[in-house]
């Protein structure tokens, strides 16, 4: 085999690593191990004070809504305070969180999400600190969940399950992201019960406020907070029975612009943030960092390189290699068709494979971005998510 071939095959598997194997690998080891997921709220003798925080900027038409949901969860009223930091809003915004019964309104300039719940934290009283998206509803029993899991010492963050709805109906509504984050939130079920996850989301997590960890402001908490935790001897659950429900964009090209803008903050987490460094990780959780989050942001170079020395091979070899090397290139045509029909055939099949290759695209533009012109610490709403 020459070493275009060895070069060739090992991308394949890379692809397919990350994209199925490392999933199926974590399954049968689920299956032998007998290790105890994260604790329920049941577990607790008592609730520790709890912190929500809600960052917004120009939220005025949501965060109404989004205080009354916090005022809502079944949790002690004593035990709970809700904070809303405004981060440099020119709306309502600060006045109609005052006059939805946030305990603690925060009028800050614009200094980006970290940095407004940094200045949360300061003032926070509750023993857990707990953030949220202000269009992310939480179910009434999500707070306790939540808390739930750190009645087991060595939880330093958990973060809940969070479900996309559609923000729109019938022909445009083409995001698939609903179908990815189902297959992405059984994988973090499984990374939480061996070890550690190693992402969260936005929408519903926690820390101990004694744990809470203050980062680069471009570098946000997904991905900052769980590996950091780990490094300091901490545990980072998935709580899947801590649920919220937030609005995904609508479009696919929509959620593309939306992975694209994450991917900036992401690659300066993964190059110079510490993710890549082994120190303080346990093999296993060395092996899920490679797996799930180097392969994958990797994988739009793996699927070029692959492109380009399948035409190579094709061109190269004769026989029954060369039928071969045919029957990749078109598995990876069809893929580019379909993703490029999709865009005037809107049929769920061809709409998944859009999604796949313009996510997959998503840390190749992102790195794109953060090289040429940085990364902003600020942020904007998604369309279409409001």
């Known amino acids: ?116 719940q940094d200045a949360a934290v300061e003032r926070a009283r509750g023993e857990l600190v707990a953030f949220s998206d202000a269009n992310a509803q939480w179910q009434p029993d999500a707070a306790r969940e939540l808390a739930g899991a750190f009645a087991e010492p060595r939880v330093g963050y958990a973060c809940g399950q969070v479900r996309f709805v559609q923000a729109a ?22 990374e939480s019960r061996l070890s550690s996850v190693t992402a969260g989301n936005g929408a519903i997590y926690a820390t101990r406020r004694s744990a809470y960890l203050v980062v680069d402001p471009i570098m946000g908490h997904d991905l900052s ?13 998935y709580v899947p029975s801590a649920r919220a429900t937030e609005k995904m964009v609508p479009t696919i090209e929509g959620e593309f612009a939306r992975k694209r803008r994450m991917m900036s903050h992401t690659w300066p987490i993964l190059l110079r943030g510490g993710m890549l ?6 093999p296993g959780y060395a092996a899920m960092i490679f797996s799930h989050r180097l392969l994958r942001y990797s994988t739009p170079g793996l699927h070029a390189v692959a492109l380009v020395l399948n035409v190579v091979l094709l061109a190269g070899t ?51 971005d953060w090289l040429r012109h940085g990364t902003e610490a600020s942020w904007e709403a998604a369309d279409g998510t409001r």
């Not at 109906?169 to 499984?190: D, I």
């Open 1 to 116: 085999m020459t070493v275009i071939a060895v070069i060739f095959w090992l991308c394949v598997a890379m692809i397919v690593w990350t994209q199925l194997g490392y999933a199926l690998a974590l399954a049968g080891v689920a299956a032998l191990s007998r290790r105890r997921s994260a604790p329920r709220a049941g577990d607790a003798t008592e609730l520790p004070s709890l912190s929500l925080i809600v960052a917004a900027h120009d939220e005025q038409g949501v965060i109404g809504e989004k205080v009354g949901n916090a005022l809502e969860l079944d949790y002690p009223r004593e035990l709970l305070e809700v904070i809303v930091a405004c981060d440099g809003c020119t709306d309502a915004t600060a006045e109609r969180a005052r006059a939805a019964g946030a305990d603690l309104v925060l009028e800050l300039p614009r200094g980006g999400k970290i940095r407004a």
């Open 225 to 237: 907070l769980p590996f950091n935790m780990v490094k300091r001897g901490l545990r980072a659950v």
């Open 318 to 368: 004769g026989g029954a290699a060369r039928v071969l090397y045919a029957v990749t290139l078109l598995a990876q045509l069809v893929l580019l068709a379909a993703a490029a029909l999709a865009g005037v055939l809107p049929l769920r099949p061809l709409l998944v494979a859009r999604y796949y290759v313009l996510t997959t695209a998503s840390p190749a533009a992102g790195l794109w």
């Open 169 to 190: 109906h019938g022909r445009a509504a083409g995001n698939q992201e609903g179908v990815y984050w189902r297959y992405e939130l059984a994988v973090r079920g499984l």
């Open 277 to 282: 460094s082994p120190r303080g990780y346990p």
